[in-house]
């Protein structure tokens, strides 16, 4: 698909709306249908339509494949530092209600928090998913 100057204008033209769609799913989600796993998706499929049109190269030049690896754990850290932090402050694992100077805060902050976890490891995963599969060499 390197050489398909349709595919290669139509991706320049769809990938930086993707990407802020992704951004307006992942905010929304605290009030409505969306959040974390969707947005995760979302900018995954962004990052592979681009290596899709430009090759793993390019792709891994954007977002290296490294720093993939050490994103998908930062996530579920960050999901459990969540709970944690809840449990240090007396309340039950996820109970967001002290993590700000009043509940309804707390609730905020909590799911705010616990979606950018998921959507750093939504987003992480797919990518790893994708570079196995598209780096793996034909016998």
Known sequence: MRFDIILRVAAKFILA??????????????????GGFQAGVIAAAAVILYALING??????????????????????????????????????????????????GQEWGVFLVEAGVFVTVFSSMIAIFYAFAGRRPT
Not at 17 to 30: R, S
Not at 78 to 96: H, T
């Open 17 to 34: 709306p993707l990407l802020l769609f992704a951004l307006y799913v992942q905010f929304h989600g605290d009030y409505g249908p969306g």
């Open 56 to 105: 793993q190269a390019a792709a891994e030049r954007i977002v290296p494949g490294g720093l993939v690896e050490r994103l998908v754990p930062a996530g579920v850290l960050i999901y459990a530092a969540v709970g944690i932090v809840s449990l240090l402050l007396g309340d039950n694992f996820l109970d967001y209600d002290h993590l700000a100077h009043d509940a309804v805060h």
